[in-house]
């Protein structure tokens, strides 16, 4: 051990004269810890909900989207996917119609994101599919009837029985099952279908704004849908207000013909979404606009980012704090050891030997200190990622408990802003202690 460490450790274990001076040690200690393990706790929920909701968002959504500029859909979408799909970094593309309904069930009605979707394809640049937990997507891959449950307008039929009608015979309900069978099918969100008190089997309807002209002026289009499946993706958003049907329906119920509204993309990596985004544009030709999910998400993604710096800043000031109590801690230290470091003066120490114990001293305040915040931090870290230890509430926060996800690299970053301010806080009272005289110091003695 270096003769200025091995002083150093001396000075921290020694039985002090003033007690007060050993109290403000372990003080320093402690703040830097409780700074520290702060510091790593907060960037793990940062870091967290960043990563989570950047899955979510990834899994639940294409990398990139392609639509017309003037809105009026995608017109010859085989061929034009099928060019695209191998321009670089594609790996895979889908078709889509994305449209805003009302869909009700009874007196219950929410409004929704309709997608229509072809489930081969969908597979492949999203992850909704698979969150099904109630029922199945399946359906969803059968070819549609032709005649099954036709679309209707508001000026047709009733969309409720009465309710105080009689119960139909057996063969009647066989018939009415089998017309519930023959109706297309539908995906919703856990939290919608919570909200409309639908379950796997039930029927909702589905209502377009875009309506048909009839003999009554324009009247809102509608169509009975038959729920296969509830999915539960985990993201409140996509969980309150999204629904999934096969794209023949969706283009029949819209009465878009053979039109799509959206080409969805995922690419091999998703930080090169934004330049490969400006490749499909110019390979599609005029007339078309891509966004990326980075483009989508930019003002999460940047409310993330000021979080985090803001965080670092505000609980900094715990081991700014911890870093003036070193320096206190510190100078009284020289004032109750000026006897003695005249003393290691006289006998052939060097200043620049006084100012390294000192230097040492504070560093290693500051070095105990994190080691036991990155440790008390990192512990806490990992047991609420892995347990979910805090929960929040979806309809606020999206997810429905807090997600910690610790990284090496935060901890270095901490460590080093640590120790670096512990060291600053020495320079002013190792520079003092360094500037002692022996002979003044020991004239007396």
């Excluded at 009605?109 to 979707?117: D, E, N, T, Y």
């Excluded at 597979?123 to 209707?152: C, F, I, W």
């Excluded at 018939?175 to 029927?203: F, H, N, Q, T």
């Excluded at 998703?270 to 499909?280: F, M, N, T």
Aim: aromatic share 8%; charged share 20%; hydrophobic share 50%.
């Amino acid at each position: 051990m270096r003769f200025e460490l091995f002083v150093a450790s001396r000075y921290l274990r020694a039985k002090r004269r003033q007690a007060f001076i050993g109290i403000i040690t372990a003080i320093s200690i402690l703040g830097v810890a409780a700074g520290v393990a702060s510091l790593v706790i907060a960037l793990a929920i940062n870091n967290g909900f960043r990563q989570d909701l950047q899955d979510r968002l990834l899994g639940s959504t294409s990398n990139v989207s392609l639509e017309r500029i003037n809105d009026d859909g995608i017109r010859d979408w085989p061929g034009l996917l099928d060019r695209l799909s191998k321009q670089p970094h594609v790996v895979a593309t889908a078709p889509a119609i994305f449209e805003q309904v009302l869909i009700s069930r009874g007196p219950r009605a929410r409004g929704a994101v309709l997608k229509g979707m072809i489930p081969r394809y969908e597979r492949r640049v999203s992850d909704l599919l698979s969150t099904v937990v109630e029922g199945s997507a399946a359906s969803l891959d059968e070819k549609p009837a032709e005649q099954a449950a036709p679309s209707q307008t508001a000026a047709g039929t009733s969309a409720h029985p009465a309710r105080n009608a009689p119960q139909p015979p057996p063969d009647e309900l066989a018939a009415v099952a089998e017309r519930v069978a023959a109706m297309p099918p539908i995906i919703l969100g856990k939290d919608m279908a919570d909200g409309l008190g639908a379950g796997v089997g039930s029927v909702v309807m589905v209502t377009s704004p875009q309506g048909e002209l009839t003999p009554y002026g324009m009247v809102p289009k509608y169509n009975r849908f038959r729920v296969a499946g509830i999915f539960n993706s985990g993201f409140f958003d996509y969980d309150a207000s999204w629904a999934f049907i096969r794209l023949a329906d969706a283009q029949q119920l819209f009465g878009l013909g053979d039109l799509i509204s959206v080409l969805e993309f995922k690419v091999d990596d998703i930080y090169k979404a934004e330049s490969v985004s400006r490749e499909l544009e110019d390979a599609a030709g005029q007339g078309f606009m891509a966004a990326n999910w980075m483009e989508q998400n930019k003002a999460l993604f940047r409310a993330l980012r000021m979080e985090r710096l803001v965080t670092f800043i505000t609980i900094g000031l715990i081991v700014f704090v911890a870093a003036l109590n070193i320096l206190i801690s510190l100078i009284m230290m020289v004032m109750e050891k000026t006897k003695d470091i005249a003393v290691l003066m006289s006998m052939g120490t060097r200043k620049a030997q006084v100012r390294n114990v000192f230097i040492a001293q504070g560093v290693l305040i500051g070095g105990i200190g994190t080691a036991i915040g990155l440790a008390v931090g990192y512990a806490i870290a990992y047991a609420g990622s892995r347990y979910h230890i805090i929960s929040l509430s979806p309809e606020v926060y999206s997810i429905d408990y807090v997600p910690f996800a610790p990284r090496a690299i935060d901890g270095l970053i901490v460590a080093a802003v640590a120790i670096g301010t512990s060291f600053i806080a020495t320079l002013y009272p190792s520079w003092s202690a360094s500037r002692i005289l022996p002979a003044e110091a020991l004239r007396y003695e």
